[in-house]
């Protein structure tokens, strides 16, 4: 991989009356499960950490391998385990289910404890006088999945964060091959849960999330896998993420047309399934990075929504409904009053062949 890359493009900006006041600069990436490169905007072999966007691949050998069924689990539970949640009662109710059903309790996840993000379940616990634990972590769900697979293959559960737990090395050859990039390519680096996790370049990772939405041409089981993880996600959308958050609205106005999730430090990925852009339309997969880390989600929402607004993904009602989130949005100060707007400052890079869905789906 070549790490010395040229600098990331202006991407989302921030203005001030008639002038620009801030810059984000980032790369989006649109890619179909072969690989091919549809759109773009900056250099497509940017590598960097997909972050918890990486969550619906590390769930899927455990998907794969029947976990689902031989521990019970529900589409909600199935969303949880590829969830950065909010750490509502709902939340934290789902995580224990799981590990009624496997025989884990919340002291054995290795994620840490911080409070939930969602503000009126903090507000709640500061009030009750409670301490946030393991449960209200975001990555519980994902921790709850890795023992429970440990469990189903009579693998140890301690240290199953551990680069060389088995867990974690059929997770890293499940994620490699999903986007298309040898596992020896694959960067590792220790996420804020403190399990591992993986930077490749954008193009590979939107692969991953093609292959997740139109899996047609991977082997049966993991077809399968890809298809119920799809399905657990677009249908729990208040799961994956929670109350007033980007990943649940998108997925709660987009049906079960795609899937959506965010990571930390400014990365999305997006899964699209064929047939969306009209008839004989490919599936594809987005990859989008934001250099600065996009400190409250600023410019993802508005950059990705630019995305699909540009490939004709969403209709215009479906549009006006996500409007609090961009692409373009009104920026007041703390008295009400407007004193500028953030807007999306790039135009992608469209394939032909692409770029003829995006007119079709814009007349």
């Given amino acids: 991989m070549d790490m010395n890359l040229k600098p990331y493009e202006p991407i989302y900006e921030l203005t001030r009356g008639e002038i620009v006041e801030s810059i984000h600069y980032g790369y989006v990436v649109v890619v179909d499960p072969a690989g091919h490169l549809l759109a773009w905007y900056g250099n497509p072999d940017t590598v960097t950490f997909l972050r918890s966007s990486a969550k619906p691949f590390q769930a899927l050998p455990f998907i794969e391998a029947g976990g689902a069924e031989h521990f019970g689990l529900t589409l909600k539970e199935i969303a949880l385990i590829c969830a950065s949640h909010s750490g509502t009662d709902e939340h934290v109710a789902t995580a224990r289910s799981i590990q009624d059903k496997v025989g884990i309790g919340e002291l054995d996840l290795m994620c840490g404890i911080h409070p939930p993000t969602d503000t009126a379940t903090a507000e709640m616990l500061r009030q009750r006088g409670e301490q946030p634990t393991p449960n209200q972590n975001n990555c519980s769900g994902k921790h709850s999945g890795m023992l429970a697979y440990a469990r189903l293959m009579g693998w140890p559960v301690a240290h199953y964060i551990d680069p060389i737990h088995p867990v974690q090395m059929h997770i890293l050859q499940t994620f490699a091959e999903m986007c298309g990039i040898p596992m020896e390519e694959v960067e590792l680096g220790i996420d804020g849960c403190s399990a591992p996790n993986f930077a490749i370049p954008l193009r590979n990772a939107a692969q991953g999330y093609a292959r997740l939405s139109d899996p047609a041409n991977l082997p049966e089981a993991r077809a399968s896998a890809c298809r119920l993880i799809f399905r657990a996600m677009t249908s729990n959308p208040e799961i994956v993420a929670g109350p007033g958050r980007f990943d649940t609205a998108l997925m ?30 490919p599936a594809l997969g987005i990859a989008l990075k934001i250099s600065d880390g996009d400190a409250h989600s600023r410019a993802r929402p508005g950059v990705i929504l630019s995305v699909l607004r540009q490939l004709g993904v969403l209709s ?18 703390y ?14 890079q469209l394939d032909p062949a692409l770029g003829e869905f995006a007119a079709a789906n814009h007349l």
């Avoid at 795609?258 to 004989?280: C, F, H, N, R, W």
């Avoid at 215009?316 to 100060?333: K, W």
């Fill in 316 to 333: 215009e009602s479906e549009l006006e409904t996500l409007a609090p989130f961009g692409p373009e949005v009104i920026l007041f100060n």
């Fill in 252 to 281: 709660q106005v987009a049906g079960d047309r795609l899937v959506s999730k965010g990571g930390a430090e400014g990365y999305q990925g997006v899964g699209i399934l064929p047939g969306t852009m009209g008839p004989d339309s």
């Fill in 335 to 348: 008295n009400k009053l407007t004193v500028g707007n953030s807007r999306p400052a790039f135009e992608l």
